[in-house]
């Protein structure tokens, strides 16, 4: 029923407390190559690395980037311009305009040197603009 009897003279369990130093466990780390190269021949995985001017998928790459960023402006062209308060650490309010007003911007209006050192400025939306 509501018991069960465990048989404990058939239970092996063995609990090692402490391990004899000669039976530690071996480094196993691989320290010298082991098995053969991937080729033989000396080639390198993908081939040869050429490192030149302009690679043929340069222009492939760039004509993708020049697309997205087409469709990008065009969106952005049919946004209205909608004004925006950016609030900065020290309390203080700038106006600017919703997606045309950049981190840099508002720095290059506090000063031109501030402009010029900062390299990323962080921004968090209190509501979504569209």
Do not use: C, W
């Given at each position: 029923?509501?018991?069960?009897?465990?048989?404990?003279?058939?239970?092996?369990?063995?609990?090692?407390?402490?391990?004899?130093?000669?039976?530690?466990?071996?480094k196993?780390?691989?320290n010298?190559?082991?098995?053969?190269?991937?080729?033989?021949?000396?080639?390198?995985?993908?081939?040869?690395?050429?490192?030149?001017?302009?690679?043929?998928?340069?222009?492939?790459?760039?004509?993708?980037?020049?697309?997205?960023?087409?469709?990008?402006?065009?969106?952005?062209?049919?946004?209205?311009?909608?004004?925006?308060?950016?609030?900065?650490?020290?309390?203080?309010?700038?106006?600017?305009?919703?997606?045309?007003?950049?981190?840099?911007d508002?720095?290059?209006?506090?000063?031109?040197?501030?402009?010029?050192?900062?390299?990323?400025a962080?921004?968090?939306?209190?509501?979504?603009?569209?």
């Open positions: 029923g509501k018991f069960a009897v465990a048989d404990l003279a058939s239970l092996k369990i063995d609990h090692v407390a402490v391990v004899p130093a000669d039976k530690k466990r071996e196993t780390r691989a010298k190559e082991s098995g053969d190269r991937i080729k033989k021949s000396g080639e390198l995985i993908g081939g040869v690395f050429d490192a030149s001017k302009s690679p043929a998928i340069q222009a492939e790459r760039i004509e993708v980037f020049e697309r997205y960023l087409a469709k990008y402006n065009e969106e952005l062209a049919q946004k209205k311009d909608q004004p925006i308060k950016v609030s900065l650490p020290d309390g203080s309010v700038r106006e600017g305009i919703a997606f045309k007003t950049s981190p840099y508002i720095a290059k209006a506090i000063s031109q040197g501030l402009a010029d050192s900062v390299i990323v962080p921004g968090a939306y209190t509501n979504k603009l569209e």
